[in-house]
Nanobody, 129 residues
Framework: QVKLVESGGGSVQAGGSLRLSCSAS???????VGWFRQSPQKEREALAT???????SYADSVKGRFTISQDNGKTTLYLDMSNLKPEDTAMYRC????????????????????????WGEGTQVTVSS
């Protein structure tokens, strides 16, 4: 069992930056991990993933603006977001899947599906124009 807790959300103006954190109850060394977001008006959207080898993959909508990373102990996942836009407003959630052999690109396709076994509750990001 793994518990994931997100933090770092808030309200920012367009063009601003935020760093989201996802704290895990144990090391996620062999896991695929990632971030996705959801809002009442849109379907869940995969944002970025890291596979068990450390490779990353990003959705086109955030490539160049968002950066996913982990601490050395693999207990905290980060999402650095810059040049935020009003359309980035959403609940941001992290997810993890143990014993993961997917590539980061495959994980990006699957993170919003039931394949990822552990999800956090989310942290709200609101971007005003």
């Amino acid at each position: 069992q793994v518990k994931l807790v997100e933090s770092g959300g808030g309200s920012v103006q367009a063009g601003g930056s935020l760093r989201l954190s996802c704290s895990a109850s144990k090391s996620l060394r062999t896991y695929c991990v990632g971030w996705f977001r959801q809002s009442p008006q849109k379907e869940r959207e995969a944002l970025a993933t890291i596979d068990s080898t450390g490779d990353t993959s990003y959705a086109d909508s955030v490539k160049g603006r968002f950066t996913i990373s982990q601490d050395n102990g693999k207990t905290t996942l980060y999402l650095d977001m810059s040049n935020l836009k009003p359309e980035d407003t959403a609940m941001y959630r992290c997810a993890a899947q143990p014993a993961c052999r997917m590539t980061a690109a495959q994980a990006l396709r699957d993170i919003t599906r039931d394949y990822f076994g552990y999800w956090g509750e989310g942290t709200q990001v609101t971007v005003s124009s």
